[in-house]
């Protein structure tokens, strides 16, 4: 464990409780505006206890959290480890691939180990002579009116109370300081769980550790009601997640043996099965896991108590920005704690207020393009007003930005990408009709109806 170091006196000692990829972040933040921070994360030390079990192997990073990441130097360092995504590879159960970029020529998102990323953070968190951080520190309980918790040490099993004076939520998904925050009036909550679980799985490296896939891509098999991912790591390996119901016909409940899961896998994933060796094993041995959207308000209490990351947003992972969002929650603190310097209370306030609609409209983002993964992405009409719409963008750059592009690869508040993006959809739906190749997108008619669309813009 860090020493503090010594503090000038307009500072404080702050409190984070969750060392994982937001509370990493947060700390290094935090230090930088010269506050001291003491961090608790309920699990060991990731670089020194062997591997811990986690949600994902790898995350999808993109623009919002490679800001936040400059922000504390160490964006160069995980590009160095970083596998480019420049589109989607949809595989048809014939085994025809198509692909969609997902953006312009030489925009990407970034396939990162989730493990590696938060070693590397921890490191930082390690090293900064403000930040103390303890392992195997369990939040059991947050005493709000007396500004204590009861922490269990995981390793002594021992409980203590602790003080603090400012307390940072982001414990995740499941957080013990929002439950706190649930017993307070007027705090709203709500959890929504998928019908869906999903279920981790690998395509092995090809002999010689190289990729038995295209390596910059990330990988979809669209089934229309489930769907399988693959995204690419250094090794030569790809993290593959089977998104599936629960229960149906085409189920986890329906697979109950390893012979089963072999036929259905080689029906529906047949390009895929050959490249999966340990596809049995993993399925009945890896955890199927649920998915849920938790929305609640205030993040705060007082001055005392801000949520941030999942703890305050958790979203279903497929947009891939969930820890993106949670590292924008990091930029944005970080420059009302510039703006506002020691005046808490503004600095909760507006950052909750700010925050909150973008969190929301991120969690429908989430779902929208879980429909568009799973569904769309396999109908040749969605493809072709995907290219309409990148056409449309080249021609109009300051009136059109696509959806996804505004999302990934932008910094405009979620809540106004969404909105921009159902306003597109509906235009498309008018221009659709009218376009049957991309050839279309220059026959006059068209171009008068786009032109009309633009000017009303
Ligand atoms: C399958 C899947 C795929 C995903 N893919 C992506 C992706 O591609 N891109 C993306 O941006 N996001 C992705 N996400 C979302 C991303 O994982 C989360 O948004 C991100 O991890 C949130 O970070 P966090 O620090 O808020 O929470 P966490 O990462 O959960 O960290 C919370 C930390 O708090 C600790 N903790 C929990 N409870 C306590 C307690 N009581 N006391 C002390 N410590 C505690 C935990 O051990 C943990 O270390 C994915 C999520 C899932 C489930
Ligand atoms: N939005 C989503 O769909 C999901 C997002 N996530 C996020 O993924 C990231 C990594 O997760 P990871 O650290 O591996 O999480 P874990 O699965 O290891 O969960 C950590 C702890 O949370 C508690 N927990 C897990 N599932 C549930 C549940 N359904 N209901 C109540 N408590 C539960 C358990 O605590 P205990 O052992 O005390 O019971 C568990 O040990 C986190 O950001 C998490 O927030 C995780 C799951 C789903
Ligand atoms: N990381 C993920 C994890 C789970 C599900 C999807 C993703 C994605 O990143 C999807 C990507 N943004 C896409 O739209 O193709």
């Known amino acids: ?18 060392g994982g990829l937001v509370g990493s972040l947060l700390a290094l933040y935090l230090a930088q505006h010269g506050h001291s921070v003491e961090m608790f994360e309920r699990r060991p030390d990731i670089r020194r206890a062997g591997p811990v079990e986690a949600r994902s192997i790898n995350l999808a990073l993109s623009d919002r959290g490679w800001r936040a990441l400059e922000g504390v130097g160490i964006a160069e360092s995980v590009r160095d480890v970083a596998v480019a995504m420049h589109g989607r590879i949809m595989h048809s159960v014939q085994g025809q691939l198509t692909y969609q970029p997902y953006g312009q020529e030489g925009q990407s998102i970034y396939s990162v180990s989730r493990a590696g990323l938060n070693r590397r953070m921890l490191d930082l ?117 089977l998104f599936f119901p629960f229960e149906g016909p085409a189920s986890f409940a329906a697979l109950q043996t390893p012979a089963q899961v072999r036929a259905f896998f080689e029906q529906e994933f047949p390009d895929a099965v050959p490249l999966m060796p340990e596809l049995e094993t993993e399925f009945f041995d890896n955890p199927t896991s649920s998915l849920v959207t938790v929305r609640c308000y205030p993040w705060t209490y007082h001055d005392d108590v801000l949520l941030l990351g999942d703890a305050a947003h958790a979203i279903v992972p497929f947009y891939g920005q969930g820890m993106n969002a949670g590292f924008e929650d990091c930029t944005v603190l970080h420059e009302l704690l510039a703006r506002h310097g020691h005046d808490w209370n503004a600095i909760f306030q507006e950052f909750q207020q700010v925050r909150k609609p973008n969190a929301d409209a991120m969690a429908d983002l989430a779902v929208y393009n879980f429909e568009e993964m799973r569904d769309r992405v396999a109908d040749p009409r969605f493809l072709l007003q995907k290219k309409i719409e990148s056409k449309i963008s080249a021609q109009y ?61």
């Open 1 to 18: 464990m860090a020493e503090f170091a010594s503090t000038a006196p307009e500072t404080e000692t702050l409190t984070v409780m969750g």
């Open 125 to 241: 968190v390690e090293q900064n002579p403000r930040i103390r951080v303890a392992f195997n520190q369990q939040c059991q309980r947050v005493d709000l009116r007396q500004q204590t918790m009861d922490v269990l040490d995981t390793e002594l099993n021992q409980s203590r109370t602790v003080s603090f004076r400012r307390l940072f939520g982001v414990d995740g998904a499941y957080s013990a300081v929002r439950a706190a925050l649930q017993r307070t009036d007027r705090f709203n909550y709500s959890q929504h769980y998928l019908d869906y679980g999903y279920k981790e799985l690998t395509i092995a490296a090809a002999p010689g550790g190289s990729w038995a896939l295209e390596k910059h891509a990330l990988h979809i098999w669209p089934r229309g009601q489930y769907m399988m991912i693959a995204l690419p790591n250094l090794d030569g390996s790809f993290n593959c997640t």
């Open 397 to 457: 750059p300051s009136k059109w930005l696509p959806l996804y592009s505004q999302v990934t690869f932008s910094h405009l508040p979620y809540a106004e990408a969404w909105a921009n993006g159902q306003q597109q959809e509906q235009i498309m739906q008018r221009l659709m009709p009218h376009i049957q190749s991309e050839e279309d997108y220059q026959r006059p008619e068209v171009q008068a109806l786009v032109a009309a669309e633009m000017e009303r813009r």
